[in-house]
C-alpha cells in the first residue's frame, strides 16, 4: 500500500505541474480535464492515506 501511496503523490504532484503550464500556455479546455484528473488522484491519495495512518493505529494497538 505503501508503493501506491507513493505513485499517487507522483502523479499529483505530475498533473499540479502539467496544470501549471498550460494555464500559461492558455490551452483552457485541457486544463479542466487536467483538472478532474488531479482531484480524482488527490481523492485517491488522501483515502490510501488514511488507510495506511488506520492500519498503523490498529498495529500499534495490538
Known amino acids: 500500500m505503501?508503493?501506491?501511496?507513493?505513485?499517487?503523490?507522483?502523479?499529483v504532484v505530475l498533473f499540479s505541474v502539467v496544470i501549471i503550464l498550460n494555464t500559461y500556455?492558455?490551452?483552457?479546455?485541457?486544463?479542466?480535464?487536467?483538472?478532474?484528473?488531479?482531484?480524482m488522484n488527490?481523492?485517491?491519495y488522501i483515502v490510501s492515506a488514511m488507510d495506511i495512518?488506520?492500519?498503523k493505529v490498529e498495529l500499534s494497538k495490538s
Not at 500556455?25 to 482531484?39: A, D, F, H, K
Open 42 to 44: 488527490g481523492f485517491a
Open 2 to 11: 505503501v508503493i501506491f501511496n507513493k505513485i499517487a503523490l507522483f502523479f
Open 25 to 39: 500556455l492558455g490551452e483552457t479546455e485541457r486544463v479542466q480535464s487536467n483538472v478532474i484528473y488531479l482531484l
Open 53 to 55: 495512518e488506520k492500519r
